[in-house]
Antibody, heavy 116, light 107 residues
Framework: QMQLVESGGGVVQPGKSLRLSCAAS????????MHWVRQAPGKGLEWVAV????????IYADSVKGRFTISRDNSKNTLSLEMNSLRAEDTAVYYC?????????WGRGTLVTVSS | EIVMTQSPATLSVSPGERATLSCRAS??????LAWYQQRPGQAPRLLIY???TRATDIPARFSGSGSETEFTLTISSLQSDDFAVYYC?????????FGQGTKVEIK
């Protein structure tokens, strides 16, 4: 069945880097835009970034622009998020989600904690 | 950026009753509006897209309406599984933006 599985979360110090991954299965990955959406503890949802189906266009939220990089490998059905210069306010569960407009399918998320 | 505002923040409803949730956009999003359900400890799940189209396998007791700046999600007869947080989200513009959520709790 259609599935997204995130990995790579953990505890990281402020200013450091972390790379998240999302493995997709059960659908034609290369035809869908892919997103990262995050949720700080006890808070609402915040869209982070999108990469178009072919990887040629990427858009970021202002809060992460210049620090985060989204990428994809259509040959391996994987999505990535490289996060640099992490801040305490980046602490959240990070979900990958698929959809060309709205978010059809979500992974279960991976927790990133930025703390010294 | 388009600001999405949901009301009320919390809605207390008895099982079997109707729940009506509202979502307002700071500017027109046409019908490019989705609703999601998030149960505790789970990822969000798509309920409605295009303001009124139910996603796959979503029960008919969930319905959406509205356009431009005013939207409504109605749950006609609340079941135990429906007590959750509901988010609206616009996809007319970048960045994609969500409302702050409405928590539907048991009265």
């Amino acid at each position: 069945q259609m599935q997204l599985v995130e990995s790579g979360g953990g505890v990281v110090q402020p200013g450091k880097s972390l790379r998240l991954s999302c493995a997709a299965s059960g659908f034609i990955f290369r035809t869908y835009g892919m997103h990262w959406v995050r949720q700080a503890p006890g808070k609402g949802l915040e869209w982070v970034a999108v990469i178009y189906y072919d990887g040629n266009k990427k858009i970021y939220a202002d809060s992460v622009k210049g620090r985060f990089t989204i990428s994809r490998d259509n040959s391996k059905n994987t999505l990535s998020l490289e996060m640099n210069s992490l801040r305490a306010e980046d602490t959240a569960v990070y979900y990958c989600a698929t959809g060309n407009w709205y978010f059809d399918l979500w992974g279960r998320g991976t927790l990133v904690t930025v703390s010294s | 950026e388009i600001v999405m505002t949901q009301s009320p923040a919390t809605l207390s409803v008895s099982p079997g009753e109707r729940a009506t949730l509202s979502c307002r956009a700071s500017q027109s999003v046409s019908s490019q509006l989705a609703w999601y359900q998030q149960r505790p400890g789970q990822a969000p799940r798509l309920l409605i897209y295009g303001a009124s189209t139910r996603a796959t396998d979503i029960p008919a007791r969930f319905s959406g309406s509205g356009s431009e700046t005013e939207f409504t999600l109605t749950i006609s007869s609340l079941q135990s599984d429906d007590f959750a947080v509901y988010y609206c989200q616009q996809y007319n513009n970048w960045p994609r933006t969500f409302g702050q959520g409405t928590k539907v709790e048991i009265k």
